[in-house]
């Protein structure tokens, strides 16, 4: 069976410094995709990443970067210089890839929620 | 604009009153499905829809029902609500990369 750990219930940071989301999964599937995902206040899921299991290079986006260790099972998500903006619930996700590509299902964590300060 | 779109957004109802939660995507995917979201579980999924005609339980089936005569429309369907199934509901598609779009949900909330 699937699982995603985000043991990190709840961050608070202040504005500027850098913070790290914890993801830890376990699969018996060879081929996989990981996501993270971003909820806002505002309640809506914002898509941030996906990366299948084949390509365990680190990948940056602005102020956001992700760390894939396959060694450890870990998909960990950086955000550099916090803004306040940045406040959310994130949610890291597991699903198996079907031969087609396709995901089947979206296995999430429990979420961790950001709060970042002035 | 590609999106899902699902309706009521908040609905309040009582017990065993039979309801409907519509989900549309204008994405053309065959793949759709959905998802509870509880505090401190995270998101659930319902059920799901491999194509049209085509669906199956996920972990959480107990209670709702799922119809996919189109491909664009996946309701969820709550023939007897029960107080447990308060809760925001997140239909999504997928595309062939597996990416998942969601709705922006429904709050349910049954008295």
């Known amino acids: 069976a699937q699982k995603v750990t985000q043991a990190q219930t709840e961050i608070s940071v202040v504005e500027k410094e850098d913070v790290t989301l914890d993801c830890v999964y376990e699969t018996r599937d060879t081929t996989y995709y990981l996501f993270w995902y971003k909820q806002p206040p505002s309640g809506e899921l914002v898509f941030l990443i996906r990366r299948n299991s084949f390509d365990e290079q680190n990948e940056i986006s602005g102020r956001y970067s992700w760390n894939f260790q396959k060694s450890t099972s870990s998909f960990n998500f950086t955000i550099t210089a916090s803004q306040v903006v940045d406040s959310a619930v994130y949610f890291c996700?597991?699903?198996?890839?079907?031969?087609?590509?396709?995901?089947?299902?979206?296995?999430f964590g429990t979420g961790t929620r950001l709060q970042v300060t002035l | 604009e590609a999106q899902v779109t699902q309706n009521p957004r908040y609905l309040i109802t009582v017990t065993g009153k039979k309801l409907t939660v519509t989900c549309s995507q204008n994405m053309n995917h065959e793949y759709m499905s959905w998802y509870r979201q509880d505090p401190g579980l995270g998101l659930r999924q319902i059920y799901y829809?491999?194509?049209?005609?085509?669906?199956d339980k996920g972990d959480v089936p107990e209670g709702y029902k799922v119809s996919r005569k189109e491909k664009r429309n996946f309701p969820l369907i709550l023939e007897s609500p029960s107080p447990n199934q308060t809760s925001l509901y997140f239909c999504a598609s997928s595309s062939f990369t597996g990416e998942l779009f969601f709705g922006e949900g429904s709050r349910l909330t049954v008295l």
């Open positions: 829809s491999m194509n049209v005609e085509v669906t």
């Open positions: 996700a597991l699903s198996e890839a079907r031969r087609t590509g396709t995901a089947s299902k979206l296995t």
